[in-house]
């Protein structure tokens, strides 16, 4: 037995002088054909397209990919020690190569013919992100390694570490530390706490099966043991281990919220982009800045909506839009999961009517709201262009149990009885010393129709002309 133990390690030995004999020729084959590592340092992430308000709101983003690079300077300690003792505890020590990990891939070699896993450095991983495919081939492993020591020969390691935080895909299109930090937790990297960094630092492994949103368990498995790795380091004392240990994993959807609503101005702002730069403009992280201050937009938007609801409701109340009698709540709730919000009317579903008002159950379905019966009388019945039915006496008289119908929620929370407009209107303001657009608002809503109203449609010009008219006697 002891001749077996003794012969293998002498393979092992062998093989390991082998793979270095092996590098340093295969370093003088391919370093000639290798690509340059200065490349690095001028590297162009592929970063959305950002539409902002002129008083810098954020109004869209376009692009798959979600991204907001960050600063070495600006990664919060912690996270580099979650990191490092998920991904690569010898960082601080080794010159992009673990002898460990090669150690270990030849092994893998010796037992299986094949290397399984790498063990790779981060140094690696950025070359192997940056430049390569991810075969798994002595080839491309050989490669790696190569590239490996000449990036850590002409980048620091703050350097390789700013270029793999902001390079890694770890779940949900989020794309380095700052995006995934803002679509788990909605807030930066630097506000997050202990717990939720070690999150973040396992997903670099295995982005699917550590998801916090599609894995939960396996999610705080991997947590955890982060958390262990960095208390056993002495990264962390026992009370903030303990305490992050015992913080809930509380991860949750995040899309980026924008601030401003201006869909139409966004659009044309998407339109023009693309017609300049094609493909790129959703990838090369542009940021426009248009002349639209956030106030004037907030304010025609209230015009248009408050204008073509009361013009709406003048002619008439067109009934449900569905009608879903007899359903369980479980049924109603399933229903308004398929319907959308549209410019703040409200889907909702009628379960019960007294003298008083309605009782609905929203969008959510956790709970039922009221909506007063003062709200409601403007109802009439619309019959045709021309005419309406008799003013409503009850809430009975407009609504049904089971009824789909709309709501327009106040500002103190309370909910008015409403109906989708079926006419449409456009609002256009600019400034008359250089033409620049200060408002626009192209229809009712936009995820009704994307038509362009203000843009796209043919529109008598009534009195518009007079001034031009007058200015010019």
Not at 82 to 97: C, K, P, T, W
Request: contains cysteine.
């Amino acid at each position: 037995m002891i001749r077996l133990l003794k012969f293998f390690w002498w393979s092992l030995v062998a093989v390991f002088c082998s793979l270095l004999l092996g590098l340093s020729g295969a370093f003088l084959y391919l370093s000639p054909t290798l690509p340059s590592v200065e490349a690095l340092r001028s590297i162009q992430l592929q970063i959305p397209l950002r539409v902002f308000s002129s008083d810098g709101k954020l109004i869209a983003e376009f692009g798959e990919m979600r991204r907001t690079p960050i600063r070495f300077a600006e990664i919060p300690p912690n996270f580099i020690n979650a990191l490092l003792s998920a991904e690569d505890d010898n960082f601080a020590n080794h010159y992009g190569v673990d002898p460990s990990s090669l150690m270990r891939a030849a092994t893998q070699l010796v037992k299986s013919g094949h290397i399984q896993s790498g063990g790779s450095t981060i140094t690696m991983q950025v070359a192997k992100n940056f430049f390569l495919t991810s075969e798994r081939s002595f080839s491309r492993k050989t490669t790696e390694i190569l590239l490996a020591l000449q990036i850590e020969r002409q980048l620091t390691k703050d350097e390789i570490l700013e270029l793999y935080v902001n390079k890694i895909y770890l779940g949900n299109r989020a794309y380095g530390i700052e995006a995934a930090a803002q679509v788990y937790y909605g807030k930066s990297i630097r506000d997050v706490s202990l717990a939720q960094m070690a999150m973040i630092a396992g997903l670099p492994k295995a982005p699917s099966r550590f998801n916090p949103l599609a894995n939960a368990t396996r999610a705080k498995e991997r947590r955890d043991w982060i958390l262990g790795r960095m208390f056993r380091l002495g990264k962390i004392d026992q009370t903030a281990y303990q305490a992050a240990l015992n913080e809930p994993l509380n991860a949750s959807y995040h899309v980026p919220t924008p601030e401003v609503n201006a869909p139409y101005i966004a659009e044309m702002a998407r339109a023009e982009m693309v017609g300049r730069y094609g493909s790129e403009a959703y990838t090369e992280g542009f940021r426009v800045t248009t002349t639209v201050p956030s106030d004037l937009q907030e304010h025609a938007n209230k015009s248009i909506q408050q204008g073509l609801i009361d013009y709406d409701q003048r002619h008439g109340y067109r009934g449900p839009e569905s009608r879903f009698p007899g359903m369980t709540r479980a049924g109603w709730t399933q229903e308004l999961t398929k319907q959308r919000t549209i410019n703040g009317l409200e889907p909702a579903i009628v379960t019960q009517i007294d003298k008083t008002g309605l009782r609905v159950l929203t969008r959510n379905g956790e709970k039922e709201e009221t909506v007063d019966w003062a709200s409601m009388k403007w109802a009439r019945p619309y019959l045709n262009t021309n005419s309406l039915g008799a003013n409503p006496k009850q809430p009975g008289d407009v609504a049904k149990v089971g009824d789909l119908v709309r709501l327009l929620r106040q500002t103190d929370g309370s909910l008015k009885f409403s109906q989708i407009p079926v006419a449409q209107s456009a609002l256009v303001s600019l400034d008359p010393q250089n033409g620049a657009i200060r408002a626009l608002v192209g229809g009712f809503a936009f995820e009704q129709s994307n038509y362009n109203r203000a843009m796209q449609a043919k529109r008598q010009p009534g009195s518009s002309f007079k001034p031009f008219i007058y200015s010019a006697a």
